[in-house]
C-alpha cells in the first residue's frame, strides 16, 4: 500500500474511561501512537494524574486528559466543547466505560431495583448518550466518522449469576446495530469490541493453568493491548466497509461448547471415536 490506512495523523478521537492502566488506557496510547490527538475523558482526577498525564509528558503523545462524568448531561456537554477546541478534525470517540461492580453479581432472584438500573446506565447510558452528541457534531459538519463501544462475551450470550452486566452489554450491542443503521448514509460507522477475560489493574481472575486451560482455548487470558489493536483497526480506514458489526477479542472463549472437554473434545464420544481423532484417523462410513 502506499499510505498506512492505520495511521489517524491529524484526527481527534475521543476516549470515555481512558483512565484505570487497563483497556481504555491503553486504547488511549495506541491511538495516539497512530497520530491521532485524543481526548482522554475520566471522572476521577487522581487517575487522570496517575494513568494519562505520563502518557502527554513522558511518552511525548497528543494526549490530552479531562475530567467530566459522562453519565450527566452536562459532562457530555463539557466533552464535547472541548474536542472542538482541540486542534484537528473530528473522527473517533471510543466508549469504554462500563462494568460489572462485585455488589451486582448474585443470584438474579435477588438482584435490586437499583442495582440493575445502575448495570444498564453504567453500561448503556454510558454509551448512548455520549454517542448521540459525537453523532450529532459529526452530522453538523457533514463528516463521516466510527464510534467503537466495548462490549463484553457476557453481552453475546447468558450471564449467569451476573444478569444485569449481560443484560447491559447485550443491550449495548443492539444499540450498536441499530445506530449503525441510523447513521450509515451520513457515512457514521458503528461497531463493537467484545473482550473476554482481559489482566487488568481492576480484574479479579483466577489464573490457575487448569482452569485457564479449561475454560480458554488459547489457555491464556487477554491483555489490554490485545483488546487496543482490534479498536483501532475500527477506528482506522482498513475498517472503512465495516458498520454494525462486534469483534469479539476472547482467545476462541464463545467457540467452546460446555459439551467439549478440556481437550476440546466431544464429551460425548467412545473412548475409540475420541483415540482415533487423537490418532489422525478418519472414521469409516458403516453401511
Known amino acids: 500500500m502506499s499510505e498506512n490506512l492505520l495511521r489517524l495523523d491529524g484526527l481527534k478521537v475521543i476516549v470515555t474511561g481512558a483512565a484505570g492502566r487497563g483497556i481504555g488506557t491503553q486504547i488511549t496510547r495506541l491511538a495516539a501512537q497512530a497520530g491521532?490527538?485524543?481526548l482522554a475523558?475520566?471522572?476521577s482526577l487522581e487517575r487522570i494524574a496517575s494513568d494519562l498525564a505520563p502518557l502527554r509528558e513522558e511518552e511525548g503523545l497528543s494526549v490530552h486528559p479531562i475530567r467530566a462524568d459522562i453519565l450527566a448531561e452536562d459532562g457530555v456537554a463539557q466533552v464535547m466543547r472541548a474536542a472542538e477546541e482541540l486542534p484537528g478534525t473530528l473522527h473517533g470517540l471510543v466508549t469504554v466505560v462500563g462494568g460489572g461492580p462485585p455488589a451486582t453479581w448474585g443470584p438474579s432472584t435477588m438482584l435490586s431495583r437499583e442495582n440493575w438500573r445502575s448495570q444498564i446506565e453504567l453500561n448503556v447510558d454510558s454509551m448512548l448518550f455520549i454517542t448521540q452528541a459525537f453523532a450529532a457534531a459529526?452530522?453538523?459538519q457533514q463528516r463521516g466518522g466510527s464510534i467503537v463501544s466495548i462490549a463484553s462475551i457476557c453481552g453475546l450470550t447468558a450471564s449467569p449469576y451476573n444478569i444485569g452486566y449481560g443484560a447491559g452489554?447485550?443491550?449495548?450491542?443492539?444499540v450498536?446495530?441499530?445506530l449503525a443503521l441510523e447513521f450509515a448514509r451520513d457515512g457514521i460507522r458503528l461497531n463493537a469490541v467484545a473482550p473476554g477475560a482481559t489482566v487488568t489493574p481492576t480484574a479479579s481472575l483466577n489464573t490457575e493453568p487448569d482452569r485457564l486451560r479449561r475454560g480458554?482455548?488459547?489457555a491464556r487470558f487477554g491483555s489490554a493491548n490485545e483488546i487496543a489493536g482490534p479498536v483501532l483497526f475500527l477506528l482506522s480506514d482498513l475498517a472503512a466497509y465495516m458498520t454494525g458489526q462486534c469483534?469479539?477479542?476472547d482467545g476462541g472463549c464463545n467457540l467452546k461448547w460446555t459439551h467439549l472437554s478440556d481437550e476440546n473434545l466431544p464429551m460425548f464420544l467412545k473412548d475409540e471415536s475420541v483415540d482415533r481423532i487423537k490418532s489422525g484417523q478418519l472414521a469409516t462410513r458403516q453401511a
Open 36 to 38: 491521532a490527538s485524543v
Open 41 to 43: 475523558v475520566d471522572n
Open 138 to 140: 459529526l452530522k453538523d
Open 169 to 174: 452489554k447485550a443491550a449495548l450491542l443492539s
Open 176 to 178: 450498536v446495530q441499530s
Open 216 to 218: 480458554v482455548p488459547m
Open 247 to 249: 469483534l469479539t477479542v
